[in-house]
Nanobody, 120 residues
C-alpha cells in the first residue's frame, strides 16, 4: 500500500520561507504526477502546485505563482514545495496528492497534511 508522508510545516512570520516535503513509499509503484493542495480555515481545499513526474513540468495557482516552487527528487520519490514571501493568507493545512500506479491500478493517494501558520 502506497503511503504519502508530509513534513516541514510550522510557524513562520510573514515574509519568511518554509520547505514542505512529501515522500511516497510502499513497495513498487510508478508516479504520474504529484500536487500540493491546501485548506485554510473555513475554506475549501484548493490546489496550489502540481508537477508531471516524467517531465518535471510544474504548474501553479495564481495565488502562489512567483512565490512557491514545486520540485521533485526522483530517487527519493519525494516532492517538495518551496514557499517564499509567505503571507498570512497562506495559512492552511497543506496536503500532498499523488497519482500513482500500484500494481495494475492507478489511484489517487493523499498525505495526512502538515499545518503552516504565517503570522503577521
Amino acid at each position: 500500500q502506497v503511503q504519502l508522508v508530509e513534513s516541514g510545516g510550522g510557524l513562520v512570520q510573514a515574509g519568511g520561507s518554509l520547505r514542505l516535503a512529501c515522500a511516497a513509499s510502499g513497495g513498487t509503484f510508478s508516479i504520474s504526477s504529484m500536487a500540493w493542495f491546501r485548506q485554510g480555515p473555513g475554506k475549501e481545499r484548493e490546489v496550489v502546485a502540481s508537477i508531471i513526474w516524467s517531465s518535471g513540468m510544474p504548474s501553479y495557482s495564481d495565488s502562489v505563482k512567483g512565490r512557491f516552487t514545486i520540485s521533485k527528487a526522483d530517487a527519493k520519490n519525494t516532492v517538495y514545495l518551496h514557499m517564499n514571501t509567505l503571507k498570512p493568507e497562506d495559512t492552511a493545512v497543506y496536503y500532498c496528492q499523488g497519482a500513482i500506479q500500484d500494481g495494475r491500478m492507478w489511484s489517487t493517494y493523499w498525505g495526512q497534511g502538515t499545518p503552516v501558520t504565517v503570522s503577521s
